[in-house]
Antibody, heavy 126, light 113 residues
Framework: EVQLVESGGGLAQPGGSLRLSCATS????????MNWVRQAPGKGPEWVAN????????YYVDSVKGRFTISRDNPNNSLYLQMNSLRADDTAVYYC???????????????????WGQGTMVTVSS | DILMTQSPDSLAVSLGERATINCKSS????????????LAWYQQKPGQPPKLLIY???TRESGVPDRFSGSGSGTDFTLTISSLQAEDVAVYYC?????????FGQGTKLGIK
């Protein structure tokens, strides 16, 4: 069974840091683009960042550039999000999500998100 | 950046009746080289992550009931539930994956009349 399990969320002060982890299983992690997506309370999802299957390409939404760092450890099937200089508007549930493969050799990043974790809550407040 | 706008914000439909949700993108998400629309639909129930229903605007994900269908091209898209079931109560989101930042609509809350 394909699984994504996030951890590391919690309460942080404005200006503080948190490191989120996403443990994966049931698929060949090192062949897939992966994303972090967040959802503030009562709002729609917001894409945060993604990383190529080999870690050689990384993209961020403008609002987190310079503050968040996405990374991955393929031998350990894990995805990470280092969040620094946290702000109140970073408060959200953070999901890791897999980019789909629509053909056998498909490794494009321009695909839907077919598997999502259950999410981890990040609250930024003093 | 592409902006995704859904309508209506909320919708109540009787059990067994048709539900229709619309999504408009501020730019075309149709790639002429492969004639595919880079548009997905997700369903989200309370306390759960989004679940993929439809990709390429009209292709159902494996295991999704055939009462769910997607249509449209370019900038205008529709999700249709042909015969509403109680388990379809949820918030529905469209998403473009044509360019970064990938963008989601604001959501449409679907309930029972």
């Amino acid at each position: 069974e394909v699984q994504l399990v996030e951890s590391g969320g919690g309460l942080a002060q404005p200006g503080g840091s948190l490191r989120l982890s996403c443990a994966t299983s049931g698929f060949t992690f090192g062949r897939y683009w992966m994303n972090w997506v967040r959802q503030a309370p009562g709002k729609g999802p917001e894409w945060v960042a993604n990383i190529k299957y080999d870690g050689s390409e990384i993209y961020y939404v403008d609002s987190v550039k310079g503050r968040f760092t996405i990374s991955r450890d393929n031998p350990n099937n894990s995805l990470y999000l280092q969040m620094n200089s946290l702000r109140a508007d970073d408060t959200a549930v953070y999901y890791c999500a897999r980019v789909s493969h629509r053909t056998v050799d498909d490794q494009s990043r321009w695909r839907d998100f077919d598997i999502w974790g259950q999410g981890t809550m990040v609250t930024v407040s003093s | 950046d592409i902006l995704m706008t859904q309508s209506p914000d909320s919708l109540a439909v009787s059990l067994g009746e048709r539900a229709t949700i619309n999504c408009k993108s501020s730019q075309s998400v149709l790639y002429s080289s492969n004639n595919k629309n880079y548009l997905a639909w997700y369903q989200q129930k309370p306390g759960q992550p989004p679940k993929l229903l439809i990709y390429w605007a009209s292709t159902r994900e494996s295991g999704v009931p055939d009462r769910f269908s997607g249509s449209g091209s370019g900038t205008d898209f529709t999700l249709t539930i042909s015969s509403l079931q109680a388990e379809d109560v949820a918030v529905y989101y469209c998403q473009q994956y044509w360019t970064t930042p990938y963008a989601f609509g604001q959501g449409t809350k679907l309930g029972i009349k």
